[in-house]
């Protein structure tokens, strides 16, 4: 049964992409909207990083685990990142970009950002965990603005509403079973094991947002995006703390 809570979390976690392509596709949002979305999903993220993920490894593995986990999740995305990017999936999450002859490119990218997020989700249930709210939460505002504005982009270039659709479901279901895998793998895992997995994820998402999330987010919404994305740290810090 963990197994399987954690794959219906990691998919309601992951669906928001496929929230965010519909509206791409369907009603599409201005620049500055998608902006405003990636920022508030960066704040939540970087206090679910640093409360939810990074807390949690150094409790149950030390200093060792935690920041031997971090370096090798910021290194993997890193060299994953480089590879994407040569494949024209650079600017996943800017809707300015026509990027229809690189949706392998693009999807490979949402995967990449969005795996460790959904193996943190499943992460968290481990040893009769409850799910996290502020984690669930920070995935999904994080990846709507990837689904929105990357469908957006391959909508204006060409692509069909059945190849976008069919695009993003796929991702979304890989991410459900990201999360179930990640369950599954490390039940009865020592706790250095789990912290390090958990430091892995915390730093392949931390270094997802100083590389693209944000950037982009500042380059598109300007410097109102910042309040922003305090106000998304404050909304995890809290929903965190009302658990």
């Known amino acids: 049964?963990?197994?399987?809570?954690?794959?219906?979390?990691?998919?309601v976690g992951g669906a928001s992409l496929l929230v965010g392509a519909l509206v791409g596709v369907y009603a599409g949002a201005s620049k500055r909207t998608i902006a405003t979305v990636m920022a508030l999903g960066a704040g939540v993220l970087i206090s679910s990083v640093a409360f939810e993920l990074m807390d949690e490894a150094y409790q149950l593995g030390g200093f060792d685990a935690s920041a031997?986990?971090?370096?090798?999740?910021?290194?993997?995305?890193?060299?994953?990142?480089?590879a994407v990017n040569r494949r024209g999936g650079a600017r996943r999450k800017n809707?300015?970009?026509?990027?229809?002859?690189?949706?392998?490119?693009?999807a490979i990218g949402?995967?990449?950002?969005?795996?460790?997020?959904s193996a943190a989700i499943g992460i968290s249930l481990l040893d009769g965990g409850n799910i996290s709210a502020a984690l669930v939460a920070a995935v999904f505002l994080s990846n709507v603005p990837e689904g929105l504005?990357?469908?957006?982009?391959?909508?204006?270039?060409?692509?069909?509403?059945?190849?976008?659709?069919g695009?993003?479901?796929?991702?979304?279901?890989?991410?459900?079973?990201?999360?179930?895998?990640?369950?599954y793998f490390l039940a009865g895992a020592s706790e250095d094991v789990i912290?390090?997995?958990?430091?892995?994820?915390?730093?392949?998402?931390?270094?997802?947002?100083?590389?693209?999330?944000?950037?982009?987010a500042y380059e598109e919404g300007g410097e109102v995006v910042g309040i922003v994305t305090a106000a998304g740290f404050l909304?995890?810090?809290?929903?965190?703390?009302?658990e």
């Open 1 to 11: 049964m963990g197994a399987l809570a954690a794959g219906f979390w990691g998919f």
């Open 68 to 82: 031997l986990g971090l370096l090798l999740g910021a290194v993997a995305f890193f060299l994953a990142d480089r």
């Open 95 to 106: 809707p300015a970009d026509k990027q229809g002859d690189s949706a392998s490119a693009i």
């Open 110 to 117: 949402a995967l990449m950002d969005g795996i460790p997020e």
């Open 149 to 165: 504005s990357s469908a957006s982009g391959m909508k204006q270039a060409g692509r069909s509403t059945a190849h976008i659709l």
């Open 167 to 183: 695009l993003w479901i796929g991702v979304t279901l890989v991410s459900a079973l990201a999360a179930l895998l990640g369950y």
């Open 195 to 216: 912290a390090l997995i958990q430091a892995f994820a915390a730093g392949a998402i931390l270094t997802m947002l100083a590389s693209t999330m944000m950037p982009e």
């Open 235 to 242: 909304l995890s810090f809290v929903l965190s703390h009302l």
